[in-house]
Every structure is written in C-alpha cells, then in structure tokens.
C-alpha cells in the first residue's frame, strides 16, 4: 500500500462530506412517525438509507435491514464486522447549543452537530478506513463489514433484529468508545419508580407538575415546575429564595412555571453534567415554601436530600467500586408530575464484578422507604474480556504503530453494541486527552483526531486482514 498518511489526505475531504450529511438529518427515535416501515421513526430510517446510498456508490455491498439496521461489505472469507449507530439521542434545549444540532457547521477545525462523536462521525472515520483498504488493491482475506444500527441509544433493538437473521462476525469492534481499547463495560440498569400522591385540596398554592428529561441515560439540562393558584406570592418567595438560579414566567396568565437550567452529560459520566432536576428539587424543598400537600412536599425535601448531586449513589445506599471498571454511577433521567402521580427513572451503571442482584435488593430496600413501587425496566450484565484476546492485541498494535501509545486497555461505564454481540469490544474513538462530548450540548469531532483515527482504523483493518 501507498503511505497511510498520504491515503487518508486523499479521501479525508470526502470523509468530511459523508459525515456532514449525516448530521444533518434528524435521527433520534421519533414515536410519532414510527410504523412498520419505520421502526424507529422516519429520521432514522432515512439517515439508513443516506448511509447506504454512500455506501453503494462506492461500491459496497450492501442491505438495508427493515430500516433496523443495515450494512455495508467488502471481501471474502471470514466475517469481521464494525458495530456503529446512526441514531442519536435528542438535542435537548437547542437554544443552548452555539451552532444548530443539525447545520454540521465547521468552526476553528470542527464539526459540530449531534452525532458528531456519538456515532455518526467514528462510523464513517471506519467506513472511510475500509474504503481505502478496498481501492487500494490489497487482497482480502477476510469480509469486513459496517453494521449500523437505528436503535443504540433506546434499546438495541436494531441489532436484536440483525442478529434474528444475519450471520454473526468472528470477531466485531464498535467505535463508539475510547482508544486504545475498551475490555470491560460496566452492567446497565435503568429503574423506574412510581408512586401516587393524594388529590391536593384547597392549598392557596399548588404544585401542577414537575417536568425534566427526555431519556435516561442523558443528564437532563432543564427542568420545570408548574405551579397554580395564589402564583403571585409563590412567584415572590422563590425570586427570594433561588434569585438567578430560576427562570421565571407566566404562562397564558393561568399558571406559573419556573425553570432551572443545567448541563447535558452521558449518563456514563454524570459527574461532569449539572442535573437541572436536582437543582430544582433543592429549590423545592426549602422549608419555607408551602405549597400543595404535605405529603409531597415532605417526599421532595427527602428526595432533594438524598440525590444532592451525588453522582456515585452514597446517599442512596447503593455505592460500590471495584479495581477494573471503578465506581457505581447513577443518573436521575427523568422525572415526571401531574396531579397526583409522580414517575422518576434512573440510569445506573454498576461494576463488572458486582452481582446485580445486590443492587436490585438494595434498589427495592430504598423504593420501601419512600414508598415507591420500582421496576427494572432494562438491564444489560457487564462485559469482560480477557487482555490477552488475540483480535485485542492486534487493535492495540495499529493504534500503537499511529500514535506511539503504549496505554493498557481500559473499562468503561457506557455501553456499546459489543454487549449484544459475541467476540467484540471497544475500540475508540476517543483518545484519553479528548472532552468527552457525546450527549452533551455543543457535541463536535475535531478534524485533526478524525484524520488520526482513519489511519487507526485502516491500520487495524490491514492488521485484521493479515491474521
């Protein structure tokens, strides 16, 4: 082959391209234009098919899933295949984001939009990578194959369907995580609690409605209460208790409705967002405000307490580490109130080698308590895979040979298409050094990385090839 670096100048502009028209279409799951033709919503279907077009006129095999999934193949003999998304999750508050979620503007070197980072961007730096391994004449000794998903940040559903009647690769990576290499996904649980307040009376004030968060595994950025009633005198006390912290307003003069504003994250990581519901719950549950019954503004003072932005669940009882993957996270979602009924769901990710089974018992000990009904409405156990993995060895070696890095392989608290499939894990796209951006506000894909990362990824593919 030519020199990789001088291979990767040559296709890079067209890179830039492909990425950029997938930003822009609009692919988060949308319910209200989901159907049999659509499982996930037009959106995602339609950013399938702009993948595929990409990928057949480049002369790719290729299959479209049932809009769920779809691939893109070269070569012959044993199947490797590269796990990616084309769904996002939603872009949250818009106007807090400097350019819009969905132009792919580019500034100072980056692009900016959602699914920059997470995934549409690493999907097409391994897509470009396979491409020039394709027209550069090599032999291939083995079938490399882009599978991208509709479904990854909701339920997996996508690659549920893919693998009902799709062959199974020997080996996959996803690069939808950290270089140099990811051997340990902490578990996934998401827990829905529920529970019901009576019909509030004739309180001069009351509270109509708590409201945040659009999906769970997301750091919610705004949150908002509803109050009814005397708003004028609520509306007084919270301007004296909060000041800037609350945004104020009246809505159609029949209801007050107060808002605080936070900061997106994964919910891998909700230590590095700033959760709007908590803030707004510690607002909340200042002694002197009064407002509906006292048995919900009792349970908001003791939820208030116990979540205190406290990313690792001390408070809760449900903290834990070990050696490999380090902490329990837990992340409030989201959080809705109407009337008299009250749902919060949480996203916990917990250590590889904790039985799941102890946090469930502490989960329900803590949902008595506050005399909520709780469910586990998903959970996905742990990966693990050995270091000395042969397919494992030869990623660490292409991104040893680019970038001169002889880092160990690291664990994650997110998880990745490589739970759902044998013999995978994964690898990239972000290096150690990088702002972690996926689900946040503002996400972006810094050009010079991306070039760095189709040379990995071509090298990786060349090294794939050879074993």
Known sequence: MENIDKLVENY???????????????????????DNKNPFGKGVSECINKFLSIAESDGFTIKNINNYACFAECGSGDLIGVLAHLDTVPAGNEELWTYPPFTAEIHDNKIYGRGAIDDKGPLIAAYTALKILKDSGLKLNKRFRIIAGGDEETSMRCLARYKETEEIPVFSFSPDANFPAVYAEKGQMQVTMKRDFPLQGFEPIKLLGLTCGERVNVVPDTAYAYFGGDTAKIKRQLEEIAGDELEIDYYRDEYLQVKTTGKAA????????????????????????????????LWIRHIAYLLNDESDGRNLGINCHDDISGALTINLGLLRYKTEDLTLKFDIRYPVTLKSSKIENKINILAEKMMMLTQISKHIPPLYIEKSNPY????LKAYQSVTNDKSEPVAIGGRTYCTMIEN???????????????????????????????????????????M
């Open 12 to 34: 890079f502009d067209k890179a830039v391209k492909d990425i950029k028209e997938l930003i822009k279409i609009n692919s988060q799951y949308d319910k209200n234009t989901a």
């Open 266 to 297: 994964h919910a891998m990581n909700p230590e590095k967002g700033v959760n709007a519901m908590y803030k707004l719950l510690r607002i909340l549950a200042h002694p002197s405000l009064d407002y509906g019954s006292w048995e919900l503004m």
């Open 392 to 395: 494992l060895q030869e990623l």
């Open 424 to 466: 995978s894990l994964s690898f990239g796209a972000n290096f150690a050094d990088d702002e972690e951006m996926a689900h946040k506000q503002d996400e972006y894909l810094d050009l010079d990385k991306l070039k760095k990362v189709i040379k990995i990824y071509l090298q990786a593919f060349i090294n794939l090839n050879n």
